[in-house]
C-alpha cells in the first residue's frame, strides 16, 4: 500500500474520518506526544479547530490526552485502534437499521394516503387524554359511545367532570350506552346537565372496560387498563361503527324496558 500522506489521508477519509479528522491523526502519528498548538501547525489548522477535531478523535478513540492544562497534551493510539473502532461503527449502524424500521413502521401508521384510513396511536394516559380531547372537536356536534365510567373516572380522576362541561360548550351531544352499575346510574341521572342521553345495560353480561366513541369519520377507543388510546380516521368503518352503535341502542333500550316490566311485575 502507498503510504504517503496523501494516500493515507484518502484511506482515513474512506473508512469515516473527517478530512481534518484525517490530518490530524496523521500529523499526530508522526509528531508523537505533541500540544494542540504544535498539532494544528502541522496538520495546517488554526487552533480553535484543532481543539475540536483533537476532541472528536478522543471521542472516537484514536487519540488520548496525556497531562492537563496548561501542560496538557495529546497523544495519538496505535493504529490498531483502527479496527475495533470500525467494529463500533458498524455495529451502531446495525442498530440504527433496525430502529429505523422500526420507526418507519410507526410513521407509516399516521401517514395519510389517499383514501386508506388514518390510524394513531397514543401511549399512556396522557395519550388517553389526548383522544378524549380529539373527541371535543366532533364537526358534527355528535358523539356515541359505549364506555365504562367506573373506569373512565378511576384511570383519571377529575378530568371527566371539566369534559362533560366542555363538550356541553361545545354544543356536542352524546349518547351512551353504560353498564348498570352506581356510577353509570349517577351519571344517567346528570344526562340534561351534561349534554347526553343514555341507556344502561346489565354490567354483567354487557360490561365492558375501554370507551369506543364515534364521532364525524373517527372510532376512538380508549383501553384505560392497557393504557393505550387509539383513533381510525376512515369514512367506512366510522359509518359502520355508527350502524352497529344504532343496533346496540335498540336493544339497550329493549332491556331496560324489560327491566321495569318486571319490577313493575
Known sequence: MDTTPHKLREALISLGLSYKESCVYLSLLELGRSTVSQVSRKAAINRATGYVILDSLVAKGLVRISGKEPKQEYVAESPDALPALFETAQK??????????????????????????????????????????????????????????????????????????????????????FPDTKMGKERQDANENEYRDSVLV????????????????????????????????????????????????????????????????
Do not use: C
Not at 387524554?129 to 371535543?136: G, N, P, T, Y
Not at 371527566?160 to 352524546?174: G, L, S
Not at 388510546?229 to 339497550?252: C, N
Open 92 to 177: 451502531e449502524a446495525k442498530e440504527k437499521q433496525v430502529r429505523a424500521k422500526e420507526l418507519s413502521l410507526q410513521l407509516k401508521s399516521i401517514q395519510k394516503v389517499g383514501d386508506r384510513p388514518q390510524v394513531r396511536f397514543y401511549e399512556g394516559m396522557e395519550g388517553i387524554r389526548a383522544v378524549f380531547e380529539d373527541s371535543l372537536t366532533a364537526k358534527s356536534g355528535k358523539i356515541i359511545a359505549y364506555t365504562s365510567i367506573e373506569d373512565q373516572h378511576v384511570s383519571i380522576p377529575n378530568y371527566f367532570p371539566e369534559y362533560y362541561q366542555r363538550r356541553k360548550r361545545n354544543k356536542i351531544f352524546m349518547r351512551s350506552i
Open 202 to 265: 346489565p354490567k354483567d353480561v354487557y360490561g365492558i372496560h375501554p370507551a369506543i366513541n364515534v364521532y364525524d369519520n373517527k372510532l376512538m377507543i380508549a383501553s384505560f387498563r392497557e393504557k393505550l388510546g387509539i383513533i381510525v380516521e376512515s369514512e367506512e368503518i366510522a359509518d359502520a361503527m355508527k350502524k352497529i352503535f344504532e343496533l346496540a341502542w335498540i336493544g339497550a333500550h329493549s332491556l331496560e324496558k324489560k327491566k321495569v316490566r318486571k319490577g313493575a311485575g
